[in-house]
T-cell receptor, first 114, second 110 residues
């Protein structure tokens, strides 16, 4: 089955640092990937749609200069949280779409900013 | 109004019970529908797609009513391992853009 690898699975950083999260499709090519954020006891909220070779499409209210997305190849999308602050602490999950598998999710990254 | 709405629960049921979840969506042009399961602090995993004709996978049955714009999930003979949050997922027409419901929490007790 389709596998999406997300790294790191958890990270703790000091306020003000930038954090990069990687999302890789291991056995298929993903022209489109999605980035979500989930706060405790809440649902996943789509942050942006990442398209290979073009700019990401951000959802309303998501700052594109704070959450930098790069989708440089058909198997890799990265999300960089720039100048992270405690309020950015959350569970970040990526997913890739395949018509035969629906949506496959990465295992998520638990980001804690202290 | 949210684009996808679910009863948040929680549903507390004994083992062996039958439980049903409903989900409504507001965008009539929505194309694809799914149920995902999410365990605590884990990523969502696909449970099943939902088709207009209805579909069944073991103890799980999914139904889609396009006229009323709702989706249902029926779980028969509940197991302790069914305890999780069940997410209704709707794919907007014209692309892969997915909208998640807030999820329904299920607790199955011995």
């Amino acid at each position: 089955g389709a596998v999406v690898s997300q790294h790191p699975s958890w990270v703790i950083c000091k306020s003000g640092t930038s954090v990069k999260i990687e999302c890789r499709s291991l056995d298929f090519q993903a022209t489109t990937m999605f980035w979500y954020r989930q706060f405790p006891k809440q649902s996943l909220m789509l942050m942006a749609t990442s398209n290979e070779g073009s700019k990401a499409t951000y959802e309303q209210g998501v700052e594109k200069d704070k959450f930098l997305i790069n989708h440089a190849s058909l198997t890799l999308s990265t999300l960089t949280v720039t100048s992270a602050h405690p309020e950015d602490s959350s569970f970040y999950i990526c997913s890739a779409a395949r018509t035969d598998y629906g949506y496959t999710f990465g295992s998520g990254t638990r980001l804690t900013i202290v | 109004r949210k684009e996808v709405e679910q009863d948040p629960g929680p549903f507390n049921v004994p083992e062996g019970a039958t439980v049903a979840f409903n989900c409504t969506y507001s965008n009539s042009a929505s194309q694809s529908f799914f149920w995902y399961r999410q365990d605590c602090r884990k990523e969502p995993k696909l449970l099943m797609s939902v088709y207009s004709s209805g579909n069944e996978d073991g103890r799980f049955t999914a139904q889609l009513n396009r006229a009323s714009q709702y989706i249902s999930l029926l779980i028969r003979d509940s197991k302790l391992s069914d305890s999780a949050t069940y997410l209704c997922v709707v794919n907007r027409a014209g692309g892969f853009k997915t909208i998640f419901g807030a999820g329904t929490r299920l607790f199955v007790k011995a």
